[in-house]
């Protein structure tokens, strides 16, 4: 049975990659980055049409061990895929051939950061994680993270973390890795959140002018439950740039009618329903899709905050609207798959869960729901047998508790 919370969960995971690191390089690193993932309660797809988000970090992250080297090189270890790349700071024009995926996002981060002037230093690092890989809970925004802060810390170039115009600019620069290392045209949530995630609260975030809010999470003894379908998502990278596109291509049509626009972000449900029959009906269904999800984030927020005598009912509001996203998901926007659908189908039939919805770009990763302690030990049940039932595959399930953004720690305050 999945523990609701382990509070010792991230020591331990610190105390691990400093051995790693140790055995590794023969003595123990100077800091750990440490950066986690998220998972999306309601506003998806909406982050690259200017719109609203509502993500939480989960206490799931990405670790870097790392000290300075007094060169210029980078001496990576990935440990979990036994893994291991190198490069030079120095020679960064383009990514050497035989580099591996993961560590794209290391060159591109490095890269960057030069570009931008912030001094960095080289390495040695380790890097281990429990993001799931490809699950939709931002395994990479995490690494994008994690790897900003070693290079920053390596180069006493930290108080740009000190404010919160620097931590959304380097939300902007690990967002451009995407873009230019990994050839997905992402928006900027997943960097946002990991790198200012609050305790116990969402962050409630608009996607055009960055401003947020820590919104808190008044769960009335529910949990924010997540089910991996562990369907990778084969199709993410060249549908998502796809819905991308249509977004793009409604709203460019629709501004011959209103003026004005600039995003899905600024057309509201009345106007829409105005001047939809002039879209194609593929674009039509995808900027249907957005415009209500912007619409149901702002309720969702503002339900949240109802007064403690109301959260029973603000809850299930709250449910009603997850189950109404994960529906346009999957009819209206096309981004879901069978694996997701049967986990929100089994989830919503269990008395006690709220809302369930597929959450993150789609095509297989992950659910999120939200789930009433009495009814764990039922959902966990049912969603193991019902799921293995029908697609043959054990699901995996997290119980999250809401963590803070990326944090480094030094190893002399450690032990
Ligand atoms: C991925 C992207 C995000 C966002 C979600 C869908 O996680 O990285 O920017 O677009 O998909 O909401």
């Keep these: 049975m999945v523990k609701p919370r382990n509070l010792n969960q991230q020591s331990n995971r610190i105390a691990a990659i400093t051995q790693k690191f140790a055995e590794t390089f023969g003595s123990p690193p100077t800091f750990i980055a440490s950066a986690p993932g998220r998972v999306n309660l309601i506003g998806e797809h909406t982050d690259y049409n200017d719109g609203y988000v509502f993500p939480v970090a989960i206490d799931k992250y990405i670790n870097i061990a790392a000290r300075q080297r007094t060169d210029r090189r980078v001496i990576l270890h990935a440990s979990d895929v036994n893994d291991a790349s190198e490069f030079d700071l120095d020679a960064l024009h383009s990514i050497p051939q035989q580099a591996p995926a993961w560590s794209h996002y290391l060159i591109g981060v490095a890269s960057l950061l030069q570009a931008s002037r912030r001094k960095i230093a080289g390495i040695d690092a380790v ?90 999470l008044n769960l009335a003894g529910h949990y924010i439950t997540i089910c991996n379908t562990k369907v990778k998502r084969e199709l993410a990278a060249s549908e998502y740039n796809k819905r991308r596109a249509e977004c793009e291509r409604g709203v460019d049509i629709l501004s011959q009618w209103i003026p004005g626009i600039s995003s899905l972000r600024d057309i509201d449900l009345t106007d829409f329903k105005k001047h939809e029959e002039e879209l194609p009906a593929l674009t039509q269904k995808r900027c249907r899709y957005v415009i209500e999800e912007n619409t149901r984030v702002l309720e969702a927020v503002s339900v949240l905050k109802a007064p403690t005598e109301k959260t029973d009912e603000a809850l299930i509001q709250f449910g009603n609207l997850m189950n109404a996203s994960h529906n346009g998901l999957r009819d209206d926007y096309e981004v879901s798959c069978k694996e997701l659908d049967l986990l929100t189908e089994i989830a919503r039939s269990i008395t006690g869960v709220i809302g369930s919805r597929m959450t993150g770009a789609g095509f297989g990763g992950c659910t999120v729901s939200i789930v009433h302690k009495d009814a764990l030990e039922t959902f966990q049940t049912r969603v193991r047998k019902e799921y293995h039932e029908q697609i043959g595959i054990d699901p995996e399930i997290y119980l999250c508790h809401v963590g803070d953004g990326a944090q480094v720690f030094w190893s002399s305050e450690l032990s």
Excluded: W
């Design 127 to 216: 890097i281990t994680g429990d993001v799931p890989i490809g699950a939709g809970l931002s395994s990479s925004a995490a690494l994008s993270v994690a790897a900003t802060l070693a290079f920053l810390t390596a180069g006493s170039e930290l108080e740009v973390l000190e404010s919160e115009n620097g931590k959304k600019e380097l939300a902007a620069l690990c967002q451009r890795v995407e873009h230019e290392f990994a050839g997905v045209n992402c928006g900027i949530m997943d960097q946002t959140i990991s790198l200012l995630g609050k305790e116990n609260h969402a962050l409630f975030l608009d996607c055009r002018s960055l401003e947020y809010e820590h919104v808190p």
